[in-house]
């Protein structure tokens, strides 16, 4: 039996182990592996917040290409006191626990399968590390045994975010800092009139700002970023202009075609919305085709226009925030942090203004980090990554946005060379694909690896029997 080892069960981990189940032939077997006890959930939609909402309308939302409405129809099926006040249309915006709900009922579907055509195991463990030195590989647990697979996916999702440089870091041993939103700690503690700062102003601060409010939060909310820019408001554009242009790759050129087709949106009474979605298809190939300098200039100048545009708020999220600014309390600020300063159990945030020489200063009870996931891989402290670096398995990208893959998603060694082994998908990936953090870009991928690695086990020359003892199967934890 050939053995497929995918480390980690959150969205993209999930996707590729269903993906594969449908596509690999019969005598493979799928190991998930998950560190933490929920499968099928990941960091995004573990949330029990039915105010996070998804970013992406939920008739786009399918876990597959050819059932389109199939997150939908499930939606359909659930009453009416579990949607927590959403329609279940193809355009409503959903909450995000719902989607993971979705997701490990799919994972259910599969456990009942009766034998033979039962496949998946789940395990549950950390892996710490891969050894690629024999066939098959060997992939080492925190505890338990370890497996042996001929092939592995990394689906390791993404990282807290990185702490912003500072002269003295001292702080971020604070208690009064909070590296990580997503974490359990993140709020608790807090004085609901104290002032708060979120460091950074793109998405993950957005669901900072709400579970605040939503906790009774009544104190001032400073978000700081070097721009000071807010994802923009989701609405039901016209379609985009009739001359459907191609796209260049040379980024002046692209920015210039980009520009001149929301002008011609505007015109006919449209909107810019339709100009950037229309992109969609196309991204990851104008990315790929673009020149490494284009790339590093447009990550210095272009990514947060980019991110604000491309990843935008729900109108009822887009609603709140807007609420929260005109009353005040959300405070968005514009600048680089240069340090903190601690004194009588408050923080001094020392900043410097967007285009201003001299410094000012925020008096805070908190801060909390949510400059968005840490992408920079060598200085993630993962033990995972750590070893995998060490042992030249694996490499950080150019550009620093995550590993260096090729286009079937095979690690690049330190060497430079390919993997014939190990793969990754989902935002570790996002150097090679660039748009990797939406569900249809990590669905689309998701599918062409599966179709790929089912493609390497149909070639008898490149497995060999597994001669582990079959892990253990967790049935609690979906």
């Known amino acids: 039996m050939t053995t497929i080892a995918i480390v980690g069960a959150g969205f993209s981990g999930t996707l590729v182990a269903l993906h594969l189940l449908r596509q690999c032939p019969p005598g493979t077997r799928i190991v998930l592996i998950e560190r933490n006890h929920q499968f099928g959930l990941g960091q995004a939609y573990a949330t029990g917040n039915p105010n996070h909402l998804l970013n992406v309308p939920a008739g786009r939302m399918s876990a597959f290409h050819q059932r389109p409405d199939d997150f939908l129809r499930w939606l359909k099926t659930l009453p009416k006191n ?23 009922h ?48 990394l ?35 807090l004085d609901p009139a104290a002032p708060v700062l979120l460091v950074g102003t793109g998405l993950t601060m957005v669901d900072a700002a709400v579970s605040l409010l939503d906790q009774g939060h009544l104190g001032p909310i400073y978000a700081l970023s070097r721009r000071g820019l807010l994802p923009r408001r989701h609405v039901s554009g016209t379609p985009p202009p009739d001359t459907a242009p191609s796209y260049p790759t040379d980024l002046t050129a692209l920015v210039r075609c980009l520009r001149r087709e929301v002008a011609v949106a505007a015109e006919t009474g449209g909107d810019w919305r339709p100009v950037i979605d229309a992109m969609r298809p196309f991204t990851q190939d104008v990315w790929q085709a673009m020149s490494l300098p284009d790339r590093a200039r447009f990550l210095r100048h272009l990514r947060p226009w980019w991110e604000v545009h491309r990843h935008r708020m729900p ?49 805070v009870a ?23 670096l060490h042992e030249g398995t694996a490499r950080p990208d150019a550009l620093r946005l995550g590993l260096d893959v090729t286009g079937t998603c095979a690690l690049r060694l330190g060497t430079g060379a390919i993997s ?20 249809p870009d990590i669905r689309r991928q998701c599918e062409l690896l599966a179709q790929h690695l089912a493609a390497l086990v149909r070639t008898p020359a490149s497995i060999t029997a597994p001669a582990a003892t079959r892990p253990s199967v967790l049935t609690d934890a979906i």
């Open 366 to 388: 908190r801060v909390i980090n949510c400059a968005g996931p840490g992408a920079d891989y060598d200085r993630i402290a993962d033990p995972l990554v750590r070893r995998l």
């Open 315 to 363: 109108g009822p999220v887009a609603d709140r925030i807007e609420q929260a600014r005109e009353r005040r309390q959300l405070r968005i600020r514009a600048g680089h942090i240069r340090g903190f300063r601690v004194e009588d159990g408050m923080i001094d945030v020392i900043y410097r203004p967007r285009g201003v020489e001299l410094t000012a200063t925020l008096l």
């Open 155 to 189: 689906a390791v999702g993404n990282f807290p975010p990185a702490p912003v440089p500072i002269a003295d870091p001292s702080f971020y041993d604070s208690p009064l800092y909070r590296p990580d939103p997503w974490a359990r700690d993140a709020f608790t503690g």
């Open 82 to 104: 579990e949607l927590d006040g959403v329609a279940p249309t193809a355009d409503s915006f959903a909450p995000r626990r719902l989607f993971g709900a979705y997701m490990r």
């Open 420 to 439: 014939r082994r190990i793969f990754a998908v989902g935002p570790v990936t996002k150097a090679a694909f660039w748009e990797m953090t939406a569900v």
């Open 106 to 153: 799919l994972l259910r579907m599969e456990m009942q399968r009766p034998a033979p055509l039962a496949r998946l195991v789940l395990v549950q463990g950390d892996v710490v590390g891969i050894d690629r030195g024999m066939h098959p590989l060997t992939l080492h647990l925190d505890h338990g045994p370890p497996i042996r697979a001929e092939l592995a996916v």
